[in-house]
Structure formats: structure tokens, C-alpha cells
């Protein structure tokens, strides 16, 4: 027999079935497969997935290594990018500089997280449960509006805790100076101390106690207990929770921007703005001190990628049931309400109410009682009536709504294939939908610049790149969000579906994203709210017309409207409550849990 003619043969399938094969090996089948909406609408996504992920990063390493392009002289190929950026003692000062900003943000967050956390999980310390619903407001509260509320309290000259301590103890100079390293530390580390809190609360609610009960019952004090027992257990959240905020904090760009500035304290991230700024604007050698920026969160991720998937050794959880006991802190415990009041008072209550003051002044002056014969609601007409307002907050939404949306049916489809299909190289596409979580956001925006200049394709310049910024910056997010839900749904379902003869389209749609629904919503939900608050990304990216409500703030404090700022920043902040209580309300209503 030929082989062709065995090639032709039917050949038994795997239900008992024949089916025929072409000489070229290709079945029908097989070219049905390939040109079905199932396959169309995979090679998008992937293709889409790949495109915002490597792109950037393509044009970013290209760009650093040429001059700046003039009106008289074209852009030339180069190293000196890199001689300026990693051969200058300036340059050593600001690698130097960065890591200790970010290294004393991420300790100060963690420490301040950790001791709360410990007390919400594992003392008696009263109305804890209130004090982690109200935790959580801190996060709705823009980098910059929370930057700005420090200013007006800890500035030398206007502060009000520096006015109200010299006035008290009768000082000749202020207590504390916010333009300091200091001050960055303390700003961003109070900031973002919510997270710690938060990862750190999950960390001691999943241990079981029985060990720390051991220990006590062997003669262990509390802080013995904690100290030995305790904080080695919950080792790998440690050091992930450490590595996060550090990875966070290195990426940061409004305090140093608005606090390191002025004073001539650099970071990496204000110096990637400072050059991109010049003129001519040093593109390139903003991209080579983005390229350190982006070794350094790459190296960050990837320890913490690593210590998650090697932690088991940790594990305390196991089948057999557990009932947390809390330590009883007898008088203490009033002490420990009293440091979240405090707490309380410092992320939440002071920012916002010196906001809250400022935004019925003409001008910005300390409460008195003079001041209070000058309140006004001029601000906020000024802000009601300001030109590009309305403009902003219609950009805003909608980047935030597109955004998200987009983000969350992509990653869908890009965890199905990851978690449910034996593709190969799937893997590599899970990597690559989480790539953009290593680009900080001021860094993706010049990266994003940098390609639409040199592939003019009309989106510079317009919404379509803070859209595309937006999606790219978000997508690891949604990916994580869709890929808890999609690990609990079993193939059994799908499989049922294809037996009742719906095809993949029907099963996905009508099956599996049902089933997605609370990771789909959680993750929209997360992503709208993050999105509606992004300055980082969109800084070096706007243009007139294209304006966001961040972006707003940005110009009327670089405009030294201060009070018109404090307006904007306390209907903005409100605004953002109000959607947080509405997505909880809705969550709830789906079945969202915590």
C-alpha cells in the first residue's frame, strides 16, 4: 500500500469514530478548529497580550541608546546615555538615594502595618472590627491629594502641627520638616501602610495559634511569643509583604516629586521626569535611568514570585479545624485602641480635614479665629465653573470604565488558556500578561511615549494612549483577580456543555464567565478605582484636552492654587468613598466576599 493511500485511510479516534486525514496531515477538522471564533478570538487576545507587554519594553532599551532628537539634528546613535547615567558620582548618589527612600518607606510600612495587624488578629483589643473597615479608606485617598494634606501639615513655615507644637512649647523653630528624606519616608510609608496591614491581617488569620498557645503555656510573655514564634511562622508573608511595599516604594513618584524636589532630593522616578522635561527633552537618558528602575522591581518580583511558590515549608494550616484565641491584654487593651486612633487620626482624619479647612479659604491660612471670619465657598465655584474640569472627570471615568472592562474580559480568556488547556508555551503567556507589573508607572508611560512618537499611528497625543497605558499597567491585576476563579471551576462543566453540542463560544460565554462573576467584578471593581486615581502613568503622556482629574490636581498645585487644589482634592476623595461604598453594595449583592 502507498503512502498516500495510507494516509487517506480512516483512522479510529479516541470515541471509536473514523475520521480523514489529508495527505498533508492536516485534517478538516483540524482547519475548522483553526478558523473558529474559539481560535480568532485567542490569537487576539494573545497577540493583544503580547503587544502591550513587550513593545514598551522593545522601544525603551531602543531609545536609550540614541541623542536627542532636535529641530536641526537628527537623533544618532549612542552610548552616552549610559556614561552620564552609570559613570557620574551623581548617578551613585541617586542609586543610593532611591534604595534608602525606598528601603526606610518599605520598613516604616511594614512595622506600622504589622503591629496593628497583630492586634486586629490576635489581642482583644476593642472595636478592632471598626477600625479594619476604616483601614481601608486610606487607599481611596490619591498619592497626591495625600501628599499634599502633609505639606500644609508638616511644612516648616505653614504646617499646622509644626505651628500648633512651636506655639505649645513656646519654640523658636519648627519641629518637623516634611521637605526632608524624612518627611518622603514618612508621607509615602503612612500612605501605604493600609497594605501591610492588609496582607499582614490575611498572614495571622490563616495561622493556626496552637503553637503561639504552646508557648505560652510553656511560660512565653506575649513578646516572647511574637517575637520567637509568631513572626517566624508568618516568615514568608513577612518577607513578601517587605518586598512589595519596597518594589511599591521604589516606583513611587508623587512624594518625591512634590517633597524631594524642591529641596534637590532625587529618586530615580523624579529624575525619569526632570529629563523628560529638559530641552531638548533627554529621552534617552531618561530611558537608561528607567532601565535601573526597571532591574530593580524586576529583581523585587521576582523574589516574590519566588518565595510564594517554595513557602510550603511554613505552612501551619492543615485539614484538622482550628478556632483562633486572642490574648487578653487586660488593661492594655485601651492602650491598643488608642494607637489606632491615632493611626487612625494620622492616615485619615488630619489629611483629609486640613483639606477640609483649606478648601473654605480665599487664600491658604492657619485656623484661627480670624480665619473663620474669612470662610468662603468661593473654591468651590471656582472649581464647579473651572474650564477642563468637566472634561477631566469625563476622561476619567471613562479610561476607568473602558479600562477595566477591557482588562478583565482579555485576562479571561487569557486564564482560560493558561489554567484549562495543555497549549504549549502557556506558561510564557502567563508571564508575559504579568510582565507590565515589573514597569512603574511613570517608567510604562515614558516607554508608551517613547513608541507612539517614532510609530505615529494617530494615538499620541490623544485618549487612545492613556487608554492603552491604562489597560497595560492594570492587566497583571485583572490577571490575578480572573485566576483564583478560574482555578475553581471544573472542566466537567465545559466538558457537559460540548456533550449538549454548545460550542466554545456558547460554553464561555454562557457558562464560565457566570462563573467568573465574583473574580470578574472584584477585579473591575479594584481596577476602576485604581485607574481613576493614576497620575504616574499619565504624567508624561497627556496633552491638552486630554486631561484626568489627577492630572487637574497636578496643575493647579504647580499653579500654587492651593485652596482651588484642597476643593478639587475633598469632592474628588468623596466622590471616590461614595463609588467604594457603591461597589461593596454591589459586590455584596453578587456574592464578593472580603
Known amino acids: 500500500m502507498s503512502q498516500a493511500s495510507a494516509n487517506a485511510m480512516p483512522t479510529g479516534g479516541s470515541s471509536g469514530g473514523t475520521r480523514l486525514t489529508s495527505t498533508d496531515g492536516v485534517t478538516p477538522s483540524v482547519w475548522r478548529r483553526l478558523l473558529s471564533w474559539k481560535s480568532l478570538v485567542i490569537a487576539v487576545c494573545v497577540i493583544f497580550t503580547v503587544y502591550i507587554a513587550v513593545v514598551p519594553l522593545g522601544f525603551l532599551l531602543w531609545q536609550s541608546f540614541f541623542t536627542p532628537q532636535t529641530a536641526s539634528k537628527a537623533a544618532e546613535f549612542t552610548w552616552g546615555n549610559y556614561l552620564t547615567a552609570y559613570s557620574s558620582s551623581d548617578t551613585a548618589r541617586l542609586f543610593l538615594t532611591s534604595v534608602q527612600f525606598a528601603i526606610g518607606t518599605a520598613s516604616f510600612s511594614f512595622i506600622v502595618g504589622t503591629t496593628l495587624a ?107 511569643v511574637l517575637w520567637r514564634v509568631t513572626l517566624k511562622l508568618a516568615w514568608p508573608a513577612i518577607f513578601a509583604t517587605f518586598l512589595i511595599l519596597f518594589v511599591r516604594a521604589i516606583e513611587s513618584f508623587e ?11 532625587q529618586v530615580f522616578t523624579s529624575s525619569i521626569y526632570e529629563a523628560v522635561h529638559r530641552y531638548p527633552s533627554q529621552v534617552g537618558l531618561a530611558s537608561a535611568y528607567a532601565i535601573t528602575l526597571l532591574l530593580i522591581t524586576t529583581v523585587g518580583i521576582y523574589f516574590v514570585s519566588k518565595l510564594s511558590s517554595s513557602g510550603s515549608k511554613y505552612a501551619t494550616m492543615t485539614g484538622k479545624g482550628f478556632r483562633p484565641r486572642q490574648i487578653d491584654l487586660g488593661p492594655w487593651r485601651y492602650l491598643a485602641a488608642l494607637v489606632f486612633f491615632v493611626y487612625f487620626s494620622l492616615i485619615v482624619v488630619l489629611p483629609f480635614s486640613v483639606l477640609l479647612w483649606s478648601s473654605f479659604q480665599k487664600f491658604y491660612s492657619v485656623p484661627s479665629m480670624q480665619a473663620l471670619q474669612n470662610l468662603t465657598l468661593e473654591p468651590y465655584r471656582f472649581v464647579l465653573n473651572y474650564p477642563n474640569l468637566g472634561r477631566a472627570v469625563a476622561n476619567s471615568l471613562m479610561l476607568s470604565f473602558g479600562s477595566a472592562t477591557l482588562i478583565m474580559l482579555i485576562t479571561s480568556v487569557i486564564c482560560w488558556i493558561v489554567v484549562k488547556t495543555k497549549l504549549p508555551g ?65 472542566k466537567e462543566l465545559e466538558e457537559s456543555a460540548a456533550m449538549s453540542g454548545a460550542g466554545w463560544g456558547t460554553t464561555f460565554w454562557r457558562i464560565v464567565l457566570p462563573l467568573l462573576k465574583p473574580g470578574l467584578l472584584s477585579g473591575w471593581i479594584y481596577i476602576m478605582i485604581v485607574s481613576i486615581r493614576e497620575l504616574s502613568s499619565s504624567i508624561l503622556l497627556y496633552s ?47 456574592g464578593i466576599k472580603e
Request: no cysteine; charged share 10%.
Open 118 to 224: 497583630w492586634m486586629n488578629e490576635r489581642t482583644n483589643t476593642p472595636f478592632k472590627s471598626l477600625f479594619f473597615a476604616m483601614s481601608l479608606i486610606p487607599l481611596v485617598i490619591p498619592g497626591i491629594l495625600f501628599t499634599v494634606a502633609w505639606i500644609l501639615l508638616g511644612s516648616p513655615k505653614i504646617g499646622l502641627v509644626n505651628l500648633s507644637l512651636m506655639a505649645m512649647f513656646n519654640l523658636d523653630g519648627p519641629v518637623f520638616n516634611i521637605y526632608s528624606m524624612w518627611g518622603m519616608i514618612w508621607v509615602d510609608g503612612l500612605h501605604y501602610s493600609p497594605v501591610a496591614f492588609l496582607l499582614m491581617t490575611a498572614a495571622f488569620r490563616a495561622m493556626d495559634p496552637s503553637l503561639e498557645e504552646s508557648a505560652m503555656m510553656s511560660g512565653a510573655n506575649v513578646f516572647q
Open 255 to 265: 512624594a518625591p516629586a512634590l517633597l524631594g524636589l524642591p529641596v534637590g532630593i
Open 426 to 490: 502557556r506558561w510564557l503567556l502567563d508571564n508575559l500578561a504579568s510582565l507590565p507589573m515589573v514597569f512603574p508607572g511613570l517608567v510604562l508611560g515614558l516607554a508608551l511615549m517613547i513608541f507612539y512618537l517614532n510609530v505615529d499611528i494617530g494615538v499620541y497625543g490623544t485618549m487612545w494612549i492613556l487608554f492603552i497605558a491604562y489597560v497595560t499597567r492594570f492587566m497583571p491585576y485583572g490577571l490575578r483577580f480572573n485566576t483564583t476563579s478560574m482555578l475553581q471551576i471544573h
Open 544 to 590: 491638552p484636552g486630554t486631561e484626568v482629574v489627577s492630572i487637574t490636581i497636578w496643575e493647579l498645585w504647580e499653579n500654587g492654587q492651593y485652596v482651588e487644589l484642597s476643593a478639587l482634592g475633598v469632592m474628588f476623595i468623596l466622590l471616590l468613598f461614595v463609588l467604594v461604598l457603591i461597589s461593596q453594595a454591589v459586590g455584596r449583592k453578587f
